[in-house]
């Protein structure tokens, strides 16, 4: 892990108007053409939390953690990322900010060790500095054993580690994660996770977007919910579940699962979404939703809940058809 008695880079002359907030988003606004992807956004995040921006492919994710870097000008609205107004003293704030960018641009020609070492002279840190502080960013990455490796040996998960272990090389004060476990196995996931843990652990401050809301659920402190570059609702992840999700699903499929569900299904739940030609998931109360007499491709009998498998009761033989799953 990496060591709290780092020093942070030298960066001059800190103004910081809210010691507690390392980054403040205001009114942001962003048009590319006549299209405004970013819609008057605002947030802060706090030292010390995980804030998750949670959206959809295209909700304005990037592009916001984009202008919050400084690689694009926002187009209305204000930035405080570490104290320094973006984009007018981007290069002054990114200095003590890390980021793990969507896709992996780890340096193919270098080894593991050389990928840190090179990137931590991009921060003036000293070589003998950064003698120290590879062999912890190594272990805390899990590639302590992998270190004179050349990344084409390394797995996808590997690479995604090592990429996480070079945004703290220079210890920052904010780390911004892009979609950090998008294409990963579930084991190489859980990995990441538990790295991320263990940073908030240590005082971390932390943004990370995503399309997954088990994995805002698990790391985020707070969440925001984006979509066409509006915030739709904010808070912990727990109250926006208890608020805005119902308490049970039931996935419907088969032959006639649409005619079912529309026919018959609509009327028991909240609500009902098409999951595909043959599935459909039903959205509302337990109670509602197992109550009463349902047909499912020509057969008769009662939704039942067994061992966390919704079936199709017959009636007459009470027979299980397999019909709904939960």
Not at 39 to 58: H, K, T, V
Not at 131 to 146: N, Q, W, Y
Not at 286 to 314: K, M, Q, S, T
């Amino acid at each position: 892990m990496p060591d709290a008695s780092f020093p942070a880079a030298a960066t001059g002359d800190r103004a910081r108007a809210h010691p507690d907030v390392v980054l403040a988003v205001a009114g942001l606004r962003k048009l590319y053409g006549g299209n405004e992807v970013v819609r008057g956004l605002s947030f802060e995040i706090r030292r010390g939390e995980c804030f998750g921006l949670l959206g959809p492919n295209g909700a304005g994710k990037t592009t916001t953690l984009r202008c919050c870097l400084g690689l694009i000008d926002p187009d209305g609205g204000t930035i405080e990322m570490v104290g320094e107004p973006v984009p007018r003293a981007a290069r002054r704030a990114r200095i003590r900010v890390g980021v793990v960018p969507q896709q992996d641009n780890l340096d193919p020609d270098f080894t593991v060790t050389e990928n840190l070492q090179v990137y931590g002279r991009y921060f003036g840190i000293d070589r003998a500095k950064l003698a120290t502080r590879i062999p912890s960013l190594l272990e805390f990455a899990g590639l302590a054993g992998r270190s004179d490796a050349h990344l084409r040996t390394l797995s996808g998960g590997m690479k995604r580690r090592l990429t996480l272990a070079r945004a703290l090389v220079n210890d920052p004060e904010l780390l911004i994660l892009d979609e950090p476990t998008t294409g990963l196995d579930p084991q190489a996931r859980h990995l990441i996770w538990d790295g991320l843990r263990q940073l908030l652990t240590q005082g971390k401050t932390i943004l990370l977007t995503t399309h997954f809301m088990d994995e805002a659920e698990r790391l985020a402190t707070r969440l925001a919910v984006i979509d066409r570059g509006t915030m739709i609702a904010s808070d912990a992840p727990r109250a926006l579940i208890a608020r805005h999700v119902e308490p049970d699903v039931i996935e419907v499929y088969g032959d006639d699962a649409r005619t079912w569900a529309e026919t018959t299904g609509r009327g028991l739940s909240t609500r009902v979404e098409v999951a595909g030609e043959l599935r459909h998931r039903l959205i509302g109360d337990r109670e509602d939703l197992l109550g009463g007499p349902v047909r499912v491709a020509g057969r008769e009998g009662r939704i039942h809940v067994n061992d966390d498998e919704v079936v199709l009761v017959d009636e007459e033989d009470r027979k299980g058809e397999r019909q709904l799953i939960r």
